[in-house]
Structures are given as structure tokens and as C-alpha cells.
Nanobody, 127 residues
Framework: QLQLVESGGELVQFGGSLRLSCQVSGLTLGSYAIAWFRQAPGQEREGISCIGSSRVGGTHYEGSVKGRFTISKDDADNTVFLHMNSLKPEDTGLYYC???????????????????WGRGTQVTVSS
């Protein structure tokens, strides 16, 4: 059964750090692009980072997180991570990971590209 499970979200102070994890099962992570999306209260879900399949590689970041967030993955452990530093209150939201079967092209951060989704983990940054 295909499943993505996020974890690691919590309440953190301004300037703090967190590491989110996305544990994937039921698919071969190396053949999929994985993205992290964030949905702030009252706002649409937006892509903030993605990492390509093992064949293509590459990472992308949304402008507001570039230089602060780093995406990485462990294919052997079927886990994708989002390392978040210098957190700001505007980073608050529900963070989702999503998977897209994409063996030949770089990852993208369009929501409609992703077929499989987790249920999210809450990140709250206090000022």
C-alpha cells in the first residue's frame, strides 16, 4: 500500500530549526520526485521545495525558503527530509510531502503534478 507519512512538525521559536521527515512506503523512492508543500491558514497549498528522482537528481526551492531550507533524501531508507533553519512566523503552516513518478525530468513544484500525498505535519513558529 502506497503511503507517505510526514513527521517532525512542532512549535518552535523565531530563528529556530526543525527537520521534517517524509517516510515513503509502497513505491521505489528512486523513481519518484518528491516535493514539500506548505499550507498556511487561509491560504492555498504552495510548493516550497522538491528533489528529483535518483536518475535525474536536482533540487528546487521557492524563493522565500531559498538559503534557509534544504531538501535531502535517503533512498535506502525511503525517507525524504526537509531541514529548516532560521524559521520565521510566516513559515507556519501544515507541511505536506507528495510523490510524482518522474524518472526523466527534473522535479517541479506544481501541485497538480503530484499524485500521492501525505496527511501533513504542523509547523508553528512563534514570534
Amino acid at each position: 500500500q502506497l503511503q507517505l507519512v510526514e513527521s517532525g512538525g512542532e512549535l518552535v521559536q523565531f530563528g529556530g530549526s526543525l527537520r521534517l521527515s517524509c517516510q515513503v512506503s509502497g513505491l521505489t523512492l528512486g523513481s519518484y520526485a518528491i516535493a514539500w508543500f506548505r499550507q498556511a491558514p487561509g491560504q492555498e497549498r504552495e510548493g516550497i521545495s522538491c528533489i528529483g528522482s535518483s536518475r535525474v537528481g536536482g533540487t528546487h526551492y521557492e524563493g522565500s525558503v531559498k538559503g534557509r531550507f534544504t531538501i535531502s533524501k535517503d533512498d535506502a531508507d525511503n525517507t525524504v527530509f526537509l531541514h529548516m533553519n532560521s524559521l520565521k512566523p510566516e513559515d507556519t503552516g501544515l507541511y505536506y510531502c507528495a510523490a510524482d513518478y518522474r524518472t526523466s525530468w527534473p522535479c517541479v513544484m506544481g501541485r497538480s503534478e503530484y499524485e500521492y500525498w501525505g496527511r501533513g505535519t504542523q509547523v508553528t513558529v512563534s514570534s
